[in-house]
């Protein structure tokens, strides 16, 4: 597959003290791949879709979830383990009842994939 004509310097012009400074304030590799990580967690639409639920009140069991996002509590709960695996939402146990809410990290990186749109609707 050909890139697109001018999507590549046809000399080298390297702005070396931005560069330098750039290359500096990059994140590690392993900070990179836990942001990767959260980034892909978003991925799916069911997972966005619970999230999205989430961030709009303080926390739903999953049940109120399945029943929201119309898939089968199962289905549900699995993708709920895969967001609270990457930090982006919090469980805690009431009685016989898991309860989740997003967390910081996952109301951050939801308003990000949301964009400005988003946001204004």
């Not at 597959?1 to 080298?12: K, V």
């Not at 639920?53 to 049940?63: P, S």
């Amino acid at each position: 597959m050909q890139g697109m004509p001018g999507d590549r310097c046809e000399l080298l012009c390297l702005d070396l003290p931005k560069a330098e400074r750039l290359r500096a304030a990059r994140p590690s590799a392993e900070a990179a791949e836990r942001l990767a990580e959260r980034a892909r967690a978003l991925s799916d639409p069911t997972r966005l879709t619970i999230a999205a639920a989430l961030a709009e009140t303080d926390e739903l069991c999953v049940c109120d979830l399945a029943w929201v996002t119309e898939r089968s509590e199962n289905l549900v709960s699995h993708h709920l383990r895969s967001l609270r695996n990457a930090g982006l939402v919090s469980s805690r146990r009431e009685g016989k009842m898991v309860m989740y809410a997003v967390s910081e990290a996952g109301r951050s990186l939801l308003d990000a994939v949301r964009g400005r749109e988003e946001l204004a609707r």
